[in-house]
């Protein structure tokens, strides 16, 4: 299975950034934490970005990383 990752800046948070994950490109992004089974544990790293580890993994298995500014900028809605 193969989807797309994109890092989105958390909702009401300070430019903070969280990672977002879609299946197919039509659906809307929704937090990394909604696929429990995609998910692997974050690193130990105090101050590390949650979702690093699960982003590298995705990454490896051939998921298209989306830049911010084009997820965004499409009018699919995403959950934070």
């Known amino acids: 299975m193969s989807g797309q990752l994109c890092w989105i800046p958390k909702f009401g948070g300070n430019g903070e950034l969280s990672l977002h994950l879609r299946l197919e490109p039509h659906q809307p992004w929704k937090p990394h934490t909604y696929f429990p089974k995609l998910c692997v544990p974050d690193y130990r790293i105090p101050g590390g970005s949650k979702g690093w580890a699960t982003s ?3 990454l490896k298995a051939g998921w298209q990383l989306v ?3 084009e997820a965004i900028s499409v ?3 995403y959950a934070s």
């Open 56 to 58: 590298q993994q995705l």
């Open 67 to 69: 830049s911010t500014k």
């Open 75 to 77: 009018n699919i809605p």
